[in-house]
């Protein structure tokens, strides 16, 4: 999915999931389509576009909120649950208005009962390990990061 910012800049984020086949094509479009709905609440941007196998662009509107920033992004860490190799992936203009913060943490709540808890799920649901596209994962935080210049 690519993520445009509130100066119009683009971000790319990534997820692998199953090989899409005739018989799945649906039921993981579904699942994708859950997860962009699951991504949209907790990000400031919009998403610009995305691909599973078929590229799909949007046309959404500049966000209005200064803080969508592409470099302001959630640093993801998640773990296969087979062979408990670990990943990262990065998402762009989160919202951390409405993310769960504890006081002097920059980690996010997975388990918010709220907007984060409902991506972890979606994530889960749709993504699969990259080395491994068969197997499963489990998402283990959520950092607050930026870019430094």
Do not use: C
């Not at 086949?21 to 610009?48: C, H, K, P, S, W």
């Not at 799909?56 to 470099?71: L, V």
């Not at 972890?120 to 607050?144: C, G, H, M, R």
């Amino acid at each position: 999915m690519s993520v445009i910012d509130h100066s119009r800049e683009r971000a790319t984020h990534t997820l692998t999931t199953i090989a899409l086949t005739a018989a799945n094509f649906d039921a993981q479009i579904g699942l994708v389509g859950t997860y962009r709905g699951a991504l949209e609440n907790m990000i400031l941007g919009e998403v610009y576009s995305q691909s599973v196998n078929i590229l799909t662009n949007y046309d959404p509107t500049t966000p209005a909120n200064n803080f969508a920033q592409r470099e302001i992004k959630l640093l993801i860490r998640y773990q296969d649950t087979v062979s408990g190799k670990l990943y990262t992936l990065e998402i762009p203009t989160p919202d951390l208005a409405n993310l769960t913060i504890p006081v002097e943490s920059d980690f996010v709540t997975l388990a918010d009962a709220g907007i984060m808890a409902a991506w972890v799920t979606a994530f889960e649901n749709v993504a699969k390990a990259p080395d491994e596209p068969i197997n499963s994962v489990n998402v283990l935080s959520a950092q607050v990061v930026g870019r430094n210049i």
